[in-house]
């Protein structure tokens, strides 16, 4: 069951995001309101707009209606479309379009009318006795409660479908198997949710004997449904679900040990290898660290400088900002998400594709300098610092000739021929990557606030 809601919930998000981004158009063509408490009392000639914790539409919308907030309760008349995503999303009046809901209570009440389609995603959608829905239905979430008269064909991809109306076309349903302990668990999905629905059912298909469906149902599930006779106009099928398929992990390659016993030239093929890493890895930090002495030599050096007088600090501060980079990169791509469905809510959809270019560029610029720093600029501090603290007792001349080249050079042999050593190595570099990242915060954080408290003062 997991599975499915996981699948019900990607839906429900991409109905929001293509809602958010589809009803975008110009701005100056329709009424945009945001309040905590919203309530139209009076009939609204354009498309209407509405953002708040609570919306309440009595009146006439002589266009389209798209609603967003806890509570949106519709008991006037929507002449276009109406959208909405929200808790508690309740139509007790007329659409004369398609109805487009998505949220947790999804209710079209006693009288409400649907003059064309219905898209709702979510936890719960009802149609109670006596409402009408001129055409299709099409739900996805964990239930739905047909009571009403749907005048169209239905197609559901629930845990639960409980049908109780008059359908007027074929059915098409997944649902999940029955769960006998679901009454020991129900109550835990009304805690955690504000806008539960009023009337919770367990998984499975459902159709009373007051039910009328007047074409064909094909539903998938785990197991086979009691159908009371005469319910069904057309034909029953009964589909069991696919299994889904699972992936072998992928083959590793293992790197094949020569037959025969070890030879002089295969032990010196692995040793080459190891020397050529050694000195690739030496090469490019070398070069880097030459162009850090050239074009900022105060900066590299004042990060050394925090490293040696702060070294705890630095390993605090460097766990932190490891932890902070792999939080912000994904929470950034939400930002960047969030940012789109606004645009497309203020009728502003033009700058989606700013927004997500400048993000990306963004995003990227910041992995690729994080990147950097933390590969590189790191290792070549800690060389150019271990490098300082041999030269300075035994040989302090030689610390500012050519650039201050001559400690960097003693430090990054130091560096790579204990980074060769196999597992040791790569925790002893991980630690250098820490402390690095650290002391170099602690620049950035002196140079931009002590200035401005000097400024303040």
């Known amino acids: ?75 006037g008349v929507v002449e276009g479309d109406f959208w909405a995503a929200g808790g508690k999303v309740h139509l007790n009046g007329t659409v004369a379009d398609d109805l487009r ?15 064309d389609d219905v898209f709702a995603a979510g936890f719960g959608f009802t149609a109670e006795p006596g409402s009408t829905i001129a055409s299709d ?46 009454e020991q668990v129900s109550f835990v999905m009304t805690m955690w949710n504000p806008y539960s629905p009023a009337r919770i059912v367990g998984p499975g298909l459902r159709i009373s004997e007051e039910a009328q469906i ?32 699972v992936e072998a992990p992928p083959e590793v390659e293992v790197p094949e040990i020569p037959a025969g016993p070890l030879t002089l030239a295969t032990i010196l093929g692995w040793i080459v290898a190891w020397i050529l890493g050694i000195v690739r890895t030496f090469i490019t930090l070398l070069v880097i660290g030459v162009l850090l002495l050239w074009l900022i030599p105060k900066w590299l050096k004042e990060v050394v400088q925090h490293w040696k007088e702060k070294p705890v600090h630095s390993l605090g501060w460097g766990a932190a900002v490891l932890v902070a980079f ?15 469905i606004i645009a497309g809510l203020a009728t502003l959809g033009g700058l989606a594709w700013p927004i997500t270019g400048t993000w990306l560029v963004l995003e ?29 007792d035994t040989a302090p001349a030689w610390v500012d000739k050519a650039m ?49 408290e000097k400024a303040g003062s």
């Open 101 to 115: 809901i998505a949220g947790s209570d999804l209710r079209v009440g006693t009288g409400a009318r649907v003059a």
């Open 364 to 392: 990227t610029v910041l992995i690729v300098g994080f990147s950097m720093i933390a590969i590189y600029i790191t290792k070549i501090a800690f060389s150019y610092l271990i490098g300082w603290l041999i030269l300075k």
């Open 214 to 245: 007047d074409g064909e149902l094909t539903y998938t599930s785990p197991v086979t449904v009691e159908i009371p006779d005469e319910v069904v106009g057309g034909a029953i099928v009964y589909q069991t679900p696919v299994p889904e398929e």
């Open 326 to 340: 792999f939080v912000a990169v994904p929470l950034l791509f939400m930002v960047m998400i969030v940012l789109n």
């Open 404 to 452: 201050g080249l001559i400690p960097l050079l003693i430090g990054l042999v130091i560096f790579v021929l204990v980074r060769s050593i196999p597992v040791l190595g790569a925790l002893f570099s991980l630690l250098v990557t820490v402390f690095g990242m650290g002391a170099i915060w602690l620049l950035a954080w002196v140079r931009i606030y002590k200035p401005r």
């Open 137 to 182: 239905v099409f739900v996805v979430g964990y239930q739905a409660l047909l009571g009403g008269e749907i005048e169209g064909n239905v197609q559901a991809g629930l845990a639960a479908l409980e049908i109780s109306g008059h359908i007027t076309g074929d059915v098409t349903a997944e649902v999940e198997k029955p769960d006998p302990e679901f």
């Open 1 to 75: 069951m997991n599975r499915r809601y996981l699948k019900t919930s990607l839906i429900a998000v991409g109905v929001l995001v293509v809602v958010s981004l589809l009803v975008a158009g110009p701005a100056w063509a329709a009424d945009i309101r945001t309040k905590d408490v919203i309530v139209i009392d009076q009939d609204v000639d354009d498309d209407l707009y509405l953002a708040g914790g609570m919306i309440t539409v009595n009146a006439t919308v002589h266009g389209d209606l798209l609603a967003v907030g806890g509570e949106i309760v519709v008991n």
